[in-house]
């Protein structure tokens, strides 16, 4: 990342995988191998623009197939 980390500053980052996960009322999502980078002293996690879609994909294909799960 060119900027430091927003949680403590440090300016050293790695590139690895982390499981994504998400929960509400209704719905939880986990998503595996999700790209992001770490800064190395925190752990402060920040997703790449393709690991957000793949987690914004996993989610619609998730509320669309408990929809039609309601209708059939």
Same mark, same amino acid.
């Given at each position: 990342? /060119? !900027?430091?980390? +927003?949680?403590?500053?440090?300016? =050293?980052?790695?590139? +690895?995988? *982390?499981?994504? =996960? $998400? %929960?509400? %009322?209704?719905? =939880? #999502? *986990? *998503? /595996? %191998? *999700?790209?992001? %980078?770490?800064?190395? @002293?925190?752990?402060?996690? $920040? @997703? #790449?623009? /393709?690991?957000?879609?793949? &987690?914004?994909?996993?989610?619609? /294909? !998730?509320?669309?197939? &408990? ?6």
């Amino acid at each position: 990342m /060119d !900027k430091p980390c +927003t949680f403590c500053g440090n300016n =050293s980052f790695r590139q +690895t995988t *982390v499981q994504y =996960s $998400y %929960e509400n %009322e209704k719905y =939880s #999502l *986990v *998503v /595996d %191998e *999700v790209p992001c %980078e770490q800064c190395e @002293y925190c752990n402060e996690t $920040y @997703y #790449l623009p /393709d690991a957000v879609k793949k &987690i914004q994909q996993a989610f619609i /294909d !998730k509320h669309f197939r &408990i929809k039609r799960k309601k209708k059939g």
